[in-house]
Structures are given as C-alpha cells and as structure tokens.
C-alpha cells in the first residue's frame, strides 16, 4: 500500500513539472555517453535584436565521471542538460530572464546548483563557463570583474578567454532558440518573434 501512494506521488509530482515546462531528466552525464556532437563554431542570430548566449563546461576528471548532467532551465522552461567536455547555445531577446541549473538524482531535481537574472542586450555576444571544481579567478583576468555575471559554479567570461577553451569541446544537446517565457522552438524556426512597430 505504502507503495502505491509513493509511486502516485511520485507520478503527480512529475506530471506537474511537466505542465510548468519541466520535464524529466533525461541527460546522461559523460560518464555513460561523452559529447559525440561537432566541435564549436560561433553562430548568427535568426533575428539581429536578439543575443547569443553560449554556456561551455570544460572536462575535468569530476565532471566524466558523473551520471547525470545539470540540466538548465529559463524562466521555468527545462532548455538542456551540460555534460563534461560539452557546449551548448541560448537565442535570448534582449532583456532579464531567470536563469537557473539543477541537479537531477534518476527522474527527481534535487538540488539548485545555480540561480541567477541573466542580463543580455541584443546583437552581443556572451560566454558562460560552467565548472564546479576549477572556477577562473576573474580578478586575474579583467581589471572590472564587477561587469562580469557569475553565480555559484557559472562565470561569464571575456571572449578570448572562451575561445581558447571552447574549441574542442562538443555540442552534445541541440541549442535553443527561446522565444519568450512560455515558448521556445528550433534554431530551424523561419521567423522573427517580434511584432512590426508601427
């Protein structure tokens, strides 16, 4: 009997995550499948208004050994999971949005790792670094890093500093092209999420 209700509770727990955009785990970490995909190459915005945002973990012996990756989230919509050795890719409007990763223990989110209000303006550039065990000291590579957006284990980083590290690392979850907080749809999407002004 006291397993019924578990596993009910278990059930409706996950069927409304669903409904708030939240969905099971489902990234293994490097572990069980290292990143397969290609190797970094910048990206243009479908729309010019918007910001590319790129989010790299650097491997580290912790990182392949894990089971499960961290998965992020924006404004309560599940975007990827980040495995050890992987990148992936945000199309943002300009503007603040709830950023935030979790840490997946099976099909249950346990722990937040991060939270933090991402800032982008459009037509920029930005490079996040996602390393739990070997953070960049930001006060040895900028003279303002006061300008830089960290939270716990994510550090935005100068684009030089990216481009050296990002280079052979993988995408491993295709990118996502998120168009407001109640929607996100593929990069292949052939149009512009702002109306005309008139």
């Known amino acids: 009997m006291r397993l019924a209700v578990l596993l009910a509770a278990c059930l409706w727990t996950l069927s409304g995550c669903s409904s708030l955009g939240v969905g099971v785990p489902s990234t293994p970490g490097a572990f069980i499948h290292a990143p397969?995909?290609?190797?970094?190459?910048?990206?243009?915005t479908l729309d010019p208004r918007n910001a590319m945002v790129y989010i790299y973990r650097p491997i580290t012996r912790w990182g392949y050994e894990e089971v499960q990756a961290p998965v992020f989230f924006l404004d309560a919509s599940q975007l990827f999971g980040l495995k050890a050795g992987a990148y992936s890719w945000l199309e943002l409007p300009a503007g603040t949005h709830d950023f935030y990763a979790?840490?997946?223990l099976s099909v249950l989110y346990l722990k937040m790792v991060f939270e933090m209000p991402l800032e982008v303006e459009g037509g920029k550039d930005y490079y996040f670094r996602y390393s739990e065990t070997r953070p960049l000291d930001m006060e040895e590579l900028v003279a303002n890093p006061q300008d830089y957006q960290q939270a716990g284990p994510l550090q935005q980083v100068p684009r030089a500093v990216a481009l050296r590290e990002i280079a052979d690392l993988r995408l491993d979850e295709p990118g996502v092209y998120y168009a407001g907080k109640d929607s996100k749809v593929p990069r292949w999407a052939p149009f512009y999420t702002y109306t005309a002004e008139k």
Request: proline letters at 17%; glycine letters at 8%.
């Open 36 to 44: 397969q995909g290609k190797t970094f190459k910048p990206m243009d």
């Open 102 to 104: 979790r840490r997946p």
